[in-house]
């Protein structure tokens, strides 16, 4: 990657009190507690578009955190996730007060049908004049499958298998159903629609089925830009199929070196080119006037933060029940149906209870960046280079003050190394992170499939 390639910036929340650096809700300037209020959000959404940030990347769960201790305690006590609200009715506000700021936003394939989520998300693509994008999540939380009726998650490899399926189905809904130039809109010939560009989908398919009609017109992508944060070998492979940007975690720059070039390869195999997918790094940043000033303020976080709190979501995305064993106990890091490469990544490290909390001062899942805005310029700059990827998904610590903090000291310090932009590009969110156009290209799954539709016709 070059040095001078404009790096993507997603800021990274959730809708609810606690999300990923836990405990800092209770610093007594962090508005979280403020998130069932819609003025929180369109006042973030307005700082990050005047820091010109690629995407909102909006989290979600179906499901409560009670793997750690086998209960909810730590979990309401905390706000660890809980509660959460729907992300996607977030988003139509936040599109009426900006116009370049994207939102990429997390539905579970496990818990709603294809036809009904699709239309959904092309209204959502409508209202927000093409600035949508899905996070594609195949779900992890046992407790979630039990709340809509099911035993336990279905196994991991599974779960792919029907997220493929269902994507195939989206696309010929999104791609098919309604052909170019099938709205008129003819006030005079009364002729909104010419129902013969209109066409009814057939999937059979292994897990879903479905016969009708996309109740949606085409909007501006038609497919919402395909986020995808699965780095599992079958994860992997689902995101060389579909996904456009790549959600990745990683310790260091060679760690995120090694999973990129897995994942552009795997990308080659799948028929695409590898500029095809955009590589992002989940990171949290701490950010001052003075590389001073950024260490006092972590100190500060610091002291709000619970380690405890970061070990039980770590539990459940790990399977692991850490509660049950003493601060020094080796821990067994076996096989699980949770996240594989969360409990992989465990696994490799070996860490001890008592480790694991001393390595969760705010939270140990992303790295921690801290300094002054050149030194945060220039780590990130040194991360996209030799770890080969696009751009970041930024934590949020005490909010809305890191994301103002952000904005004043670091977004100016990249734009004068020429690694960010000066203004917004013109077009959808996909035009803006690709310069191909609104659509899915024809090397894309779902671009295949609408150019040999139209073929057939």
């Known amino acids: 990657m070059s040095a001078?390639?404009?790096?993507?910036?997603?800021?990274?929340?959730?809708?609810?009190?606690?999300?990923?650096?836990?405990?800092?809700?209770?610093h007594p300037r962090d508005r979280?507690?403020?998130y069932a209020k819609l003025s929180h959000w369109t006042d973030l959404a307005k700082v990050l578009e005047g820091g010109l940030f690629d995407a909102m990347f909006i989290a979600d769960i179906v499901g409560v955190y009670d793997v750690y201790g086998g209960s909810i305690d730590l979990t309401a006590r905390e706000a660890i996730q809980l509660p959460v609200n729907d992300p996607t009715l977030l988003v139509p506000a936040m599109a009426a007060v900006t116009e370049g700021l994207g939102f990429g936003v997390t539905v579970n394939t496990a818990v709603e049908h294809p036809y009904t989520f699709a239309r959904r998300f092309s209204t959502l693509d409508h209202l927000t004049e093409g600035?949508?994008?899905?996070?594609?999540?195949?779900?992890y939380l046992d407790s979630a499958a039990r709340a809509v009726g099911r035993?336990?998650?279905?196994?991991?490899?599974?779960?792919?298998?029907?997220?493929?399926?269902?994507?195939?189905?989206?696309?010929?809904?999104?791609?098919?159903?309604?052909?170019?130039?099938?709205?008129?809109?003819?006030?005079?010939a009364r002729l909104y629609?010419?129902?013969s560009k209109i066409h009814e989908i057939r999937h059979d398919g292994p897990f879903y089925q479905s016969h009708g009609f996309h109740l949606s017109e085409p909007s501006p992508q038609r497919t919402p830009v395909i986020f995808q944060a699965g780095t599992s070998g079958r994860g992997q492979r689902f995101a060389a199929r579909h996904a456009e940007c790549v959600f990745i975690g990683a310790s260091d720059p060679e760690a995120a070196r090694r999973t990129s070039r897995q994942l552009r390869e795997a990308v080659v195999a799948a028929g695409r080119r590898p500029d095809d997918i955009r590589i992002l790094v989940g990171?949290?940043?701490?950010?001052g006037q003075t590389d001073e000033d950024a260490q006092d303020r972590l100190a500060d976080y610091v002291t709000h933060a619970s380690p405890e709190a970061a070990l039980a979501h770590f539990a459940a995305g790990s399977g692991i029940d850490f509660?049950?064993?003493?601060?020094?106990?080796?821990?067994?890091?076996?096989?699980?149906n949770a996240i594989q490469s969360t409990t992989a990544a465990a696994r490799q490290k070996g860490l001890t209870r008592r480790q694991l909390l001393e390595a969760s001062r705010l939270d140990s899942r992303y790295p921690l960046v801290v300094g002054s805005g050149?030194?945060?310029?220039?780590?990130?700059?040194?991360?996209a280079e030799e770890g080969e990827i696009d751009g970041f998904n930024l934590t949020r610590t005490v909010t809305p003050e890191c994301w103002h903090d952000f904005v004043r000291f670091v977004v100016p310090a990249l734009q004068e190394r020429g690694l960010y932009k000066a203004a917004y590009r013109t077009g959808t969110l996909r035009h803006r992170l690709f310069g191909e156009g609104d659509r899915l290209p024809p090397r894309h799954a779902g671009g295949t499939l609408r150019d040999e539709a139209a073929a057939a016709r």
Request: proline share 3%; aromatic share 10%; hydrophobic share 35%.
């Open 4 to 26: 001078r390639k404009e790096l993507i910036l997603n800021a990274f929340s959730m809708n609810c009190v606690g999300h990923i650096n836990h405990g800092l809700w209770t």
């Open 32 to 34: 979280s507690v403020d």
């Open 131 to 139: 600035r949508i994008g899905w996070n594609v999540v195949t779900g």
């Open 151 to 188: 035993d336990a998650m279905r196994e991991h490899d599974e779960r792919y298998d029907r997220a493929d399926d269902y994507l195939e189905l989206l696309y010929k809904l999104w791609e098919t159903s309604w052909e170019d130039g099938a709205v008129k809109r003819d006030k005079p």
């Open 193 to 195: 629609a010419d129902p």
């Open 283 to 287: 990171m949290s940043v701490v950010t």
């Open 323 to 336: 509660s049950r064993y003493g601060l020094d106990d080796e821990i067994s890091y076996g096989p699980t």
């Open 374 to 383: 050149k030194t945060v310029a220039a780590e990130l700059g040194r991360w």
